[in-house]
């Protein structure tokens, strides 16, 4: 996709991500073996749900104030956000602790962009503040899983 789409056609596409990262997720957990881990990648799953049904709800009409017209075009740069985005071919084989906390963090960065960029399209309002709360819970959930994966990756030593 290129140039203006219509905010249908984008609500769309955020919607499929938001399911695909769901199922992601999912799929992530079972590559790990470690049950922490598992917990942890269960719960971003049960987030991107949350996006999910939220988004869904601005398509159907359920979120008024500050929201644009389905019809307004507007350059969302959804490949851009793409290009960055760990595909499921990221998560297959075996996955250590270290590997899956790191592709959830890129996959969570890209969701935090997304979302970002998405808010400035919209008027000041509650769709806005509610664009930029979304971007919020995916750099907060980039924070956890970085946080992981250090701790994973370089386990604290005896000396400190």
Do not use: C, W
Request: proline share 4%.
């Amino acid at each position: 996709m290129s140039g203006n789409t219509h905010i249908e056609k984008v609500l769309r596409i955020a919607i499929r991500k938001e399911a695909e990262a769901h199922a992601f997720y999912l799929h992530l957990a079972k590559q790990v073996s470690d049950p922490a881990v598992q917990d942890t990648l269960a719960f971003l799953a049960q987030e991107e749900t949350k996006h999910k049904k939220f988004l869904e709800d601005y398509l159907h009409g359920n979120i008024k104030a500050g929201t644009l017209g389905l019809t307004v075009a507007v350059d969302y740069k959804i490949v851009e956000h793409l290009e960055d985005e760990p595909g499921e071919e990221a998560a297959e084989g075996a996955l250590s602790p270290q590997k899956a906390f790191l592709i959830a963090a890129k996959r969570e960065q890209a969701a935090h962009r997304f979302y970002q960029e998405l808010s400035h399209m919209h008027p000041a309002g509650p769709v806005r503040d509610l664009l930029l709360g979304m971007a919020r819970e995916e750099l907060l959930h980039k924070e956890k899983v970085e946080y992981l994966y250090a701790n994973t990756a370089f386990p604290q030593t005896a000396g400190g």
